[in-house]
């Protein structure tokens, strides 16, 4: 069972507890991944594996992995053909969320793998305007609290959460910001690695840019010494 810290736990005590949630966030994940396996199988899984991993869910864990666990009984619930508890699972990891600063930067790639997930699912309606407008409210936040340096390596996981959710002119807004902020970035190992975030993040997108921030992406790409041009998309 997940146990809480204990109040008045000093230093040492602090250390171990939060070492020990490592372990536990990982079982929980091994756990959940292991019965999104069955499942495809068409065989059960035991129950409390799915317990273990609501417990870490309710963790006071001082990062994001109770927030990624959530994300992940969500895909499991979608999964399994549950749709309103794999939306109901994905609101509340949004909720979680929520009161986080822009700098928590493992709330991007899970934002966007929520989003991904659901678009799966084929959310619309009002479920797609609520994780559409978290979305886009976290792009806002990004754009106006993170340097430079790192909305280039966050705004893309943000706009493949757009592209996925069919908010396509926002999705190319959030691209072409991150390879603005790529093309200004006067550091070549800085623009090697933006350049490789945002490509990697329209071919998981299965998405293309637009002809002017393709036209950029080769321009910064050619400008690159070589040792920081391979690139080769």
């Not at 806002?140 to 996981?157: I, N």
């Not at 999705?171 to 070549?188: F, H, I, V």
Request: charge should be positive.
């Amino acid at each position: 069972q997940w146990a809480d810290l204990k109040k008045g736990a000093n230093r040492a005590e602090q250390i171990a507890w939060n070492q020990g949630r490592v372990a536990d966030a990982f079982t929980a994940l091994l756990f959940i991944k292991e019965a999104e396996a069955r499942v495809r199988r068409g065989e059960r899984y035991p129950g409390h594996w799915i317990e273990f991993a609501r417990t870490g869910v309710r963790a006071t864990t001082p990062n994001t992995r109770p927030v990624a666990i959530q994300a992940e009984l969500a895909a499991l619930a979608g999964l399994e053909g549950k749709k309103a508890e794999s939306v109901a699972l994905s609101k509340s990891a949004f909720g979680m969320m929520q009161g986080w600063a822009p700098q928590m930067t493992g709330l991007y790639p899970v934002t966007r793998d929520l989003a991904v997930r659901l678009a799966a699912e084929g959310i619309a309606g009002e479920d797609r305007d609520f994780f559409l407008a978290r979305v886009s409210e976290r792009v806002k936040l990004l754009r106006s609290q993170l340097d430079p340096y790192e909305q280039m390596l966050q705004l893309p996981p943000l706009a493949e959460a757009l592209h996925a959710l069919g908010a396509a002119d926002q999705a190319r807004e959030a691209w072409k910001a991150a390879t603005d902020l790529c093309a200004k970035n006067q550091n070549p190992e800085g623009q090697s690695i933006g350049l490789t975030r945002i490509w990697m993040s329209y071919a998981r997108a299965n998405a293309w840019p637009a002809k002017e921030t393709e036209v950029l992406l080769a321009k910064i790409e050619k400008k690159l010494p070589e040792g920081y041009a391979k690139v080769n998309f």
